[in-house]
């Protein structure tokens, strides 16, 4: 039942765009084989459900012109075993060239399959006309579906970003663990899967194109357009602050191998940060006013840099400044502007 609950915008897609292909193909066109018609509305569907807008216009252009040749091939070599083994397969590769897989390039081949068995009716008009016309129909009533059937792309987003802010929370703690245990081996746990981020921050980017055209394109999400400037705009400073927090946790690494330990205020300034993060995180979600994540984030930076003074070394102080750079693009995340963070981040003793 949970699936069923996940996959509810499909199933009324696929259902309502072919049955909207099936009747334009057959009551305004007055087709009377226009099964092309809803296998088209599916494939699109299937295969183009998250791609952007452009590349989404192409898979239909692509499925209607694949009919058109496909039938103007089959009128060309006649219908037969081989004939139909000739189809599918030139179906099936320019289907893989063009980046249809999965359920899409098995309707791709089934389609082959119906192109070349299913003998046009007499008096049906031209074969290749008529199925391009149908094929043409169905896509754009699947890509229609797609636009005023879409998923939410603030929900879709923020399921990653919570994902990596997270994983971005647990590499501070391992690393505040770690220099609070004096433990090198848990500050190098907490850098290998820093690194493993990078990965997440590339999908996260790839989302995040996508429900912007989502949002743009689809006048149900239009509404939704600030909430989700908040998370698109965040995409840099995410990877920015990935990117230090791995710095951070190679700092700590080379620390603790070399036997230096620091003050108890680094790894307190680095557990606070990881708590900042959460908060970060939440006031996304519910679009509150990040205050409390901002003194969170100004708190780990104050008692990063209050003692310095007594205990300053190269490590310490390379690891205060990632401390001050992590905080600096968690502000930016909150909505501070480069002026507020300097001053925000002025915590000098």
């Known amino acids: 039942m949970r699936l069923l609950r996940r996959r509810w915008r499909l199933m009324l897609r696929l259902g309502a765009a072919s049955s909207l292909a099936f009747l334009v193909a057959t009551q305004v066109f007055g087709h009377q084989q226009a ?17 952007r ?30 004939q139909m083994a000739l189809v599918v397969l030139l179906t099936v590769a320019a289907a893989t060239l063009t980046g249809i897989r999965g359920l899409a390039l098995t309707q791709a081949a089934s389609s082959a399959v119906l192109l ?4 046009p009716v007499p008096g049906a008009g031209n074969p290749a006309l008529t199925r391009f016309l149908d094929a043409l129909v169905g896509g754009l009533c699947g890509m229609a579906m ?18 990596l802010l997270r994983q971005l929370a647990s590499v501070l703690r391992g690393t505040g663990r770690a220099l609070r245990e004096s433990d090198s081996t848990v500050a190098d746990d907490a850098l290998t899967r820093a690194r493993g981020l990078q990965s997440s921050i590339e999908s ?14 689809s006048p149900l999400r239009w509404r939704q357009r600030d909430h989700l400037a908040l998370y698109v705009g965040a995409v840099r400073d995410f990877d920015n602050a990935i990117r230090d927090a791995r710095v951070l946790a190679r700092r700590a690494s080379a620390m603790l191998r070399h036997g230096e330990t620091g003050p108890d205020a680094l790894w307190l300034s680095v557990e606070e940060l990881a708590e900042a993060v959460d908060l970060v995180a939440d006031d996304l979600s519910t679009l509150d006013d990040f205050a409390g994540a901002r003194e969170r984030i100004v708190a780990a930076v104050r008692i990063a840099v209050e003692a310095l003074p007594a205990t300053m070394t190269l490590n310490t102080a390379a690891i205060t400044a990632q401390v001050r750079s992590i905080a600096a693009d968690l502000l930016y995340v909150c ?8 001053e925000a981040l002025d915590v000098g003793p």
């Open 116 to 119: 070349a068995a299913v003998v």
């Open 146 to 163: 797609v636009l005023l059937i879409p998923r939410n792309p603030v929900r879709d987003i923020d399921a990653e970003v919570q994902r």
């Open 53 to 82: 807008g452009r590349t989404l216009f192409e898979v239909v252009v692509g499925v209607a012109l694949g009919v058109l040749v496909g039938e103007l091939i089959i009128l060309t070599i006649g219908r037969g075993p081989a």
């Open 35 to 51: 099964f092309f018609a809803p296998i088209a509305a599916v494939v699109v569907i299937t295969a183009g459900g998250g791609l």
């Open 204 to 217: 996260l980017d790839a989302t995040a194109a996508n429900v912007s055209e989502i949002a743009r394109m």
């Open 335 to 342: 909505g501070a502007t480069r002026d507020e963070i300097d």
